[in-house]
């Protein structure tokens, strides 16, 4: 398997099927520390309007798994915590944004990570000449970070994120009645947790700063019942949804 056949799988392409107009044109970035509840809400956002979520970790951890050059490449830095290097990630978000399913809008999601990712991001979306509407900050306290990373996992069998803390009882016996197991991210250690917020503090956070001083920021609490934080989320795009 290549990357491509990676990206391929990802971008759905029966998607196509859809009529146009059922699409929306938003394309965002959620920004947020890891355990800020981005890919669960990107998930429900992509359910929703059809406007496909793009994942950089979810695209990475898939090209890990199918072990292609590139996943190679990106594993040591994922354990450890740190960031790939832009090249990979840069290299990966132009073949994603360049999908049939992704023309309409997009939902980024852990990307950009970094100064030099947003910048490259606006050259992109510039030649596309479809510019980034917003940046939603979802924000957390850090005391809730941990716990929402040391409990998340996901279920083997339907891909649902959830966890030990947090999660209704019942959806996590629906899982393990049905056969599946609760599996967690092999970056969802404490150590390697500790190095994931460290970074995202010095090269994410000066991001919050970048799209301000664009015009684009909006802040969400990201704390409490996924439901609520999910309708304080759409409420903060509204005007932008076609
Ligand atoms: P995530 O699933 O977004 O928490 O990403 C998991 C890991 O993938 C991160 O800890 C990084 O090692 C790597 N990664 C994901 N997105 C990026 C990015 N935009 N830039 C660099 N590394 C990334």
Request: aromatic share 6%.
């Given at each position: 398997?290549?990357?491509t056949?990676?990206?391929?799988?990802?971008?759905?392409?029966?998607?196509?099927?859809?009529?146009?107009?059922?699409?929306?044109?938003?394309?965002?970035?959620?920004?947020?520390?890891?355990?800020?509840?981005?890919?669960?809400?990107?998930?429900?956002?992509?359910?929703?309007?059809?406007?496909?979520?793009?994942?950089?970790?979810?695209?990475?951890?898939?090209?890990?798994?199918?072990?292609?050059?590139l996943?190679?490449?990106?594993?040591?830095?994922?354990?450890?915590?740190?960031?790939?290097?832009?090249?990979?990630?840069?290299?990966?978000?132009?073949?994603?944004?360049?999908?049939?399913?992704?023309?309409?809008?997009f939902?980024?999601?852990?990307?950009?990570?970094?100064a030099?990712?947003?910048?490259?991001?606006?050259?992109?979306?510039?030649?596309?000449?479809?510019?980034?509407?917003?940046?939603?900050?979802?924000?957390?306290?850090?005391?809730?970070?941990?716990?929402?990373?040391?409990?998340?996992?996901?279920?083997?069998?339907?891909?649902?994120?959830?966890?030990?803390?947090?999660?209704?009882?019942?959806?996590?016996?629906?899982?393990?009645?049905?056969?599946?197991?609760?599996?967690?991210?092999?970056?969802?250690?404490?150590?390697?947790?500790?190095?994931?917020?460290?970074?995202?503090?010095?090269?994410?956070?000066?991001?919050?700063?970048?799209?301000?001083?664009?015009?684009?920021?909006?802040?969400?609490?990201?704390?409490?019942?996924?439901?609520?934080?999910?309708?304080?989320?759409?409420?903060?795009?509204?005007g932008?949804?076609?």
């Amino acid at each position: 398997m290549t990357f491509t056949d990676v990206v391929r799988y990802f971008s759905r392409l029966d998607r196509d099927v859809i009529p146009r107009e059922k699409y929306s044109d938003m394309r965002i970035v959620l920004l947020g520390a890891p355990g800020s509840g981005k890919g669960t809400q990107a998930k429900r956002l992509e359910a929703e309007y059809r406007t496909p979520q793009v994942s950089t970790g979810d695209l990475l951890r898939a090209a890990v798994a199918a072990g292609t050059p590139l996943g190679k490449q990106a594993k040591a830095a994922m354990d450890a915590g740190d960031l790939v290097t832009d090249e990979i990630v840069l290299g990966i978000i132009r073949e994603r944004l360049a999908q049939p399913d992704a023309q309409a809008g997009f939902i980024l999601d852990g990307f950009p990570r970094n100064a030099a990712q947003a910048e490259a991001l606006e050259a992109v979306l510039a030649e596309l000449t479809a510019p980034l509407d917003t940046a939603v900050l979802m924000d957390v306290d850090f005391d809730i970070l941990m716990k929402r990373l040391t409990g998340r996992r996901t279920c083997s069998l339907t891909g649902k994120v959830l966890n030990v803390y947090f999660s209704p009882q019942a959806d996590i016996d629906a899982c393990i009645q049905a056969g599946g197991e609760l599996i967690k991210r092999d970056d969802d250690n404490e150590a390697t947790i500790g190095n994931r917020l460290n970074v995202y503090r010095q090269q994410t956070a000066p991001l919050i700063e970048y799209y301000r001083r664009h015009g684009k920021l909006v802040t969400v609490s990201a704390e409490g019942e996924i439901d609520a934080v999910y309708r304080r989320l759409v409420e903060s795009i509204k005007g932008l949804k076609s």
